[in-house]
């Protein structure tokens, strides 16, 4: 399992098919692709993400999950017996998606990889502290949501995926001005 930040920055290209670029608009000649920097910004602030999976039968399986940005390493847990468990025993490639719903403003971000078990009680502690930190009492609370959930990971009570990016896709709007960065590792 991946642990460390990725050696080097990821190569960063602004793919102007998909940006205002070719569409021109007032501010358009100004578009650039989107710092890696502020994508890893907004993926340790995002609260939800979209899991989309693959099950064994090829159907598309997509489920919000909540996650902790670690080191380069997205994490994320569901219970052994879930349908996300599951696919992701039989094929660890998956999506996870964050971002907004306004079509004028926002950052939409797609990271793309493998999820990999944790099972390392290290990292394990690594990880339920950058969930601690990040939804706070949601998880330290005794009334959080998700309070327990460092005791469900000790345990083995959730299983904890870590997806160390292998592509990944900024979509910017900006009052009509719009941008697709693509992250490559």
């Given at each position: 399992m991946p642990t460390q930040e990725p050696a080097k920055?990821?190569?960063?290209?602004?793919?102007?098919?998909?940006?205002?670029?070719?569409?021109?608009r007032p501010g358009a000649a100004d578009v650039?692709?989107?710092?890696?920097a502020e994508a890893q910004r907004l993926l340790e602030a995002a609260e939800i993400f979209w899991l989309?999976?693959?099950?064994?039968?090829?159907?598309l399986h997509v489920t919000p999950v909540i996650a902790a940005w670690h080191h380069g390493v997205l994490y994320f847990s569901t219970g052994a017996g879930e349908q996300k468990a599951k696919n992701l025993a039989h094929d660890g490639h998956c999506a996870l998606t964050t971002g907004g719903n306004s079509l004028t403003e926002g950052l939409d971000l797609v990271i793309?990889?493998?999820?990999e078990p944790v099972a390392d009680p290290a990292m394990l502690e690594k990880v339920i502290a950058a969930y601690e930190a990040k939804y706070g009492p949601h998880i330290t609370s005794p009334e959080g949501t998700f309070h327990g959930i460092g005791d469900a990971?000790?345990?083995?009570?959730?299983?904890v995926f870590g997806v160390a990016p292998a592509t990944a896709y900024g979509?910017?709007?900006d009052d009509g001005v719009y941008t697709h960065t693509?992250?490559?590792?």
């Open positions: 920055e990821p190569a960063t290209e602004l793919d102007a098919r998909y940006s205002s670029a070719l569409n021109p650039t692709a989107t710092e890696w989309s999976t693959v099950r064994p039968d090829g159907r793309e990889g493998n999820a990971f000790r345990k083995g009570d959730a299983v979509f910017g709007r693509r992250w490559a590792f």
